[in-house]
Every structure is written in structure tokens, then in C-alpha cells.
């Protein structure tokens, strides 16, 4: 008698940091270079047999997805999305512990619940009763929202498919587990099945779906990177759990653009929504001090005035220190070296520390200008005039290039009384319209000294 056997389930060891598969252990992942990420999980192969297919239709007669959005009543919010939430898409906020991505995901709920729609939460993390505590300081608790702990995905997926809310929010995606999966929850093979479910699910149903994710110490969703290329938008929660503002910036969006971001302030009754956040970052600036200038920078179609910070002073190491804050310390240590070859000042004899004040992040190169004139009035100890703006991007040269978006910041800074604003020379010979602001233009390193620093 013939008997047939049954094929055992293979393992594989997973790198737990970018999925790399390997037969064999490894002390170090041969993608990432992680040491010691690689676990052992068992894959389960499926019966092979027919497979169905859907039929392809012509282009013209697909759906149309010019679905109105679900406003989620945050501006803030609503902004980074593009506009609300598409209905049938998949939302990832990733952030560090503690930064409030819980608390922002009861205000979305609530405010969603406000305007008439069923929203349904399900956490894998905290008990309801814990969940009621929060809501309840945050005041977000609404009829129309909806509580389940649950862990498992296809519960998840049949409670939502019957109940057919508005939303479905899910914190974390780390937390749920594949039942036909024996690996344990968080390893990178449950979570992108159970992304890979919610996302079919989200599909289907036309339901949009809120993921909440954990980073990693290097700031990276913790999984695998390919969750982030599964998801339609991928928002990333900063700031200093020290400092009251956090950002909401925009990594990835299908249905909008990528460089908007939202503001908010934690308070006592959670997250508040800053509307004008230039008067709030500018609000504690020391007047005519040192070291200090105020730099128009241009998140996405928003125009935010931030000041930069910089203190110079001489090194007792042998090695003179390099810090910045909210910068690109590389890009810190390339503007020393324009300083110290082109202006023939001393940087590399002393210790250099940035900052931007308020705990925000600027990566445009309208920084340029920006860091240099904080250096160079940190070393003379001159101040600049508190009613002086400045903006542009400097060359290894020393000449000051052409930036974007100088319209909206010549506005804003007119907008908050400043009354001049140092800018680089073909900027100010393209400008179409004559601001009541003084325009000073510069072409070089040495123009700007001579104007700032006479």
C-alpha cells in the first residue's frame, strides 16, 4: 500500500529589520547589515491547484475614484491627507512611543463621529477601560464610536465587513497576528500579512483604514520596509516629547502631495491644532540678541517664519565640536568650511552649535542663508535687527543661488511686521510685485557680511 507524505512546513530565518530570507542562520543580515535580526519562522506552503483571476475591464469603464473624501474636521489633518481621507485607502502613522499617535487617532475618531458617520477602533494594546480613561480627558467619546480589542486579523476583518464603518482605525499593526502564521506577533511576516489582508479588505469594502505604527531607533517603521510601499499614505508623527509641538509630515501620499505638514501643540486636553504656527515658534525669540535670525522656510504650500539658532565659542578639545538641531549636520559642517575659505573667518577653532528653536526640522536649502548669518553674528557677537529676515541657498563658491516659493515668504513675513528681508539677488530681480518690505538682494558671501555686518 502507497502511502503519500505530507510535505512539512519549511522554516526560514527572517531578518527582522528589512525581511531578508535566508536558509540559514546568519550572525549578520547580509541586506541591512543588522546583526543578530535574524529569526526563525515557519512558512507554510498552500495547496497548489486553479487559480481565478479577475477579468480585465477597458480603462473607460473602470469605477470612477472621484469619490469625495471623509473630512476628518482636524485642518491639520486634513492637510497632509490632501484634503480628507479617501474613501477605500490605507493610512500608516508611524512614531516614537509616547508621541501621541493614540491621542491624535481619538481626536480623528471623534471629529469623524461628529459629522454623522460610524467609526470602529480596534486595539490590540490597551483594554477598554484604559481607552475609555483617555477618551474620556480628551473629551473625544461619541455614540458613534465603536470599541474592540482584538489582536486577530480575520476577527478584525469579519467584525468590520458586518458592522461596515465609516473608518476603521487599528493601533498597532505590530500587535495583530495571522492565525494560519506561527510566527509571533510583530515579526516581519505578520505584519505584512496582516497589511496585506487589511489592505484586500480596505479594497473591497471601499472601508478606509488607519494603521498605527511603531519606529525603530533609526526612525523607520518598525517591519518591513515593503509595509510602507503597501499603504497608500504613510504619515510620520515628530517632535521632542520634551517640547509642546508636534509635526505631522507627509512621507508618501497616492491622493495628494508630500510636502505638507500639520502642527499641533499637546496640551492638557491632548492635541490642539496650530493654525498659525509662525506667531507660536517666534513668540519666545530674544530680541537683538546674537546668534539669532529669523528664516522664512516653506513646508509644502505653507510658509512658516522659525528662528535659527547658533552659538560659536572657542574649542578647548583638539578637535572642535559640531552640533545641529533640527539641521543637517553635514551641510552645518560644509557651510564652516564656505566661512573659513571664502570669509577668511576662524571656524574650525571653535565649538559650533545650531539649533531651530521649537523643536521643528528644516531640510530645504533656504537654510543656507539662514545658518551662515546665525555663525557669523555668533562669532562677531553682533545681533542681527530683529526685523531682519533671511533666505537663500549658499554654493561652495560663496555665491548665493536662486530659492523657491519667495513670494509666499516675502507675504507671510510682511504678514508678521518684520522690515527687511535679505534675499538672493535674482530672486529680487524676479519678483512681479513690489512688497511694502524692504528687499536687500546679495550675490556673494561678501555682499552679505557687508550688508548684515557692517
Known sequence: MNTIKKKQPKSVYICQQCGYRSRKWLGRCSQCGEWESLVEEVVTTGQQ????????????????????????????????????????????????????????????????????????????????????????????????????????????????????????????????????????????????????????????????????GHVTKEGAIAGPKVLEHMVDTVLYFEGDRSHAFRILRTVKNRFGSTNEIGVFEMKEEGLVQVSNPSEIFLAERPLNEPGSVVLPSVEGTRPILVEVQALVSPTNLGTARRTAIGADQQRLSLLCAVLEKKAGLDMYGNDIFLNIAGGMRIDEPALDLGVICALVSSLMEKPIPSTTVVCGEIGLAGEIRAIGHVDVRVREAERLGFSKFVLPQSNKERLTWKPKIELVGVSNLQELIGVLFK
Open 49 to 212: 491547484g486553479t487559480h481565478s483571476f479577475t477579468e480585465p475591464v477597458p480603462l473607460h469603464l473602470a469605477p470612477d475614484g472621484d469619490e469625495e473624501r471623509i473630512s476628518t474636521g482636524i485642518e491639520e489633518l486634513d492637510r497632509v491627507l490632501g484634503g480628507g481621507v479617501v474613501p477605500g485607502s490605507v493610512v500608516l502613522i508611524g512614531g516614537e512611543p509616547g508621541i501621541g499617535k493614540s491621542t491624535l487617532l481619538l481626536h480623528l475618531l471623534a471629529a469623524i463621529a461628529n459629522g454623522g458617520r460610524k467609526v470602529l477602533y480596534v486595539s490590540g494594546e490597551e483594554s477598554p477601560r484604559q481607552i475609555k480613561m483617555r477618551a474620556r480627558r480628551l473629551g473625544a467619546i461619541h455614540p458613534d464610536e465603536y470599541l474592540a480589542t482584538e489582536n486577530r486579523v480575520e476577527q478584525i476583518i469579519a467584525m468590520t465587513c458586518t458592522m461596515k464603518p465609516s473608518l476603521l482605525a487599528v493601533d498597532s499593526i505590530q500587535t495583530l497576528i495571522c492565525e494560519e502564521l506561527a510566527s509571533s506577533p510583530g515579526s516581519v511576516t505578520q505584519v505584512r500579512e496582516s497589511a496585506y489582508k487589511l489592505l484586500g479588505m480596505a479594497k473591497k469594502e471601499n472601508i478606509p483604514v488607519v494603521l498605527v
